[in-house]
């Protein structure tokens, strides 16, 4: 990944992330669908916002200061780590009524395509996969109303 000029390498997985070589305990979490995400890097907590610029390029806004990340390779690793949830497992951003059920269990869905559609407050929100693979546990129906954070879908 590279940020103006600086380069770095970035890992994450399920158990640990490093940047250039040295673990940091870092975690991304996405709060909803328009590009905000809380960095939490050992006890300080800033609030991103991320911007896609194109293929694996992203405007990322730190409070008011601006870089250009490039991603060079992804693991597809986009759900949040939040402990007791697996990445892959999508939980509803808002609590809401569910309008619409795209998926079954057992469909091939890539990374973009719209899994449920919600409504709240006469506002609809679109839930798109964060990564491509195969539903394996589908948790509502059209009528339902998850409240905020329960278990949507979940992928193999």
């Given at each position: 990944?590279?940020?103006?000029?600086?380069?770095?390498?970035?890992?994450?997985?399920?158990?640990?992330?490093?940047?250039?070589?040295?673990?940091?305990?870092a975690v991304l979490t996405k709060l909803g669908e328009r590009g905000l995400y809380l960095l939490k890097?050992?006890?300080?907590?800033?609030?991103?916002?991320?911007?896609?610029?194109g293929k694996n390029q992203y405007v990322v806004n730190n409070n008011g200061r601006f870089a250009?990340?490039?991603?060079?390779?992804?693991?597809g690793l986009k759900a949040s780590r939040i402990p007791g949830k697996r990445v892959g497992d999508i939980s509803a951003p808002i609590s809401g009524l569910v309008i619409s059920v795209n998926i079954k269990v057992g469909?091939?869905?890539?990374?973009?395509?719209?899994?449920?559609?919600?409504?709240?407050?006469?506002?609809?929100m679109m839930i798109k996969s964060p990564v491509s693979g195969k539903v394996s546990h589908l948790n509502v129906i059209p009528g339902s109303q998850p409240a905020k954070g329960e278990l949507l879908v979940r992928f193999e």
């Open positions: 990944m590279s940020i103006g000029q600086k380069e770095y390498k970035v890992e994450i997985s399920e158990n640990v992330s490093r940047i250039n070589g040295e673990e940091v305990k890097l050992g006890s300080r907590k800033r609030e991103l916002h991320v911007h896609s610029q250009l990340a490039r991603v060079e390779k992804s693991t469909d091939l869905v890539s990374e973009g395509d719209v899994l449920v559609v919600m409504e709240s407050m006469k506002m609809q």
